[in-house]
């Protein structure tokens, strides 16, 4: 079992610039800044004891676990300055909210034979109930993302050093926040990689 405190903090910057041909106008630059501040709580647990609290031998090798992020309010504050040949001068300063999402997600493992482990999550934000700078826009969707991976060990009792690298691959699916013009904007994942060991029971991948 885990908690986290989560605290974010950040600048969105927006730049528009304007040149002229004609030299009777003075170019000019805007910029446009949401300075965000806020903060929320992640929990998390894991479960190892399902096949012993069932009483069945073949869920022993299961792990499940869950993942939950509280939603949060984001104090910002909005700045406008307008530069022209040199002059910079403030030409708006608003205050308003920005609320994130809370984030639910679910996963499993499997241990085959202690070689192989099989797993699989789903997380899922949603973010048509957010809101930014007081506005929900029209290009927010809920998001999911779903994947799949393994590792695999070339012995069950490892004697030398390549039998003890692990060996792992996957597959993920996200269905991000954002429709453009419509189209919803997807994402496909496959990965893949080595776990080197380091000592008799460590590994970095």
Known sequence: VGLKFNYGYGTIRQIAKVDFDDNTFTDNETHTSFFHAGSNFTFGATYEGIGTLLGTSSLKPLTIGMILTTPSRLSVKKERLLTTTGI???????????DLPFTFGAGVSYTFGQRYVVAADFSLQRWEESNFFGTKPAEIRNSTRMGIGFEALPARDPKSYLERVAYRGGFAYNASYLQLYGQPINEWFVSGGLGLPLGLQSRIY
């Open 88 to 98: 910079a001068d403030t030409t708006l300063v608003e205050r308003n909210t920005t």
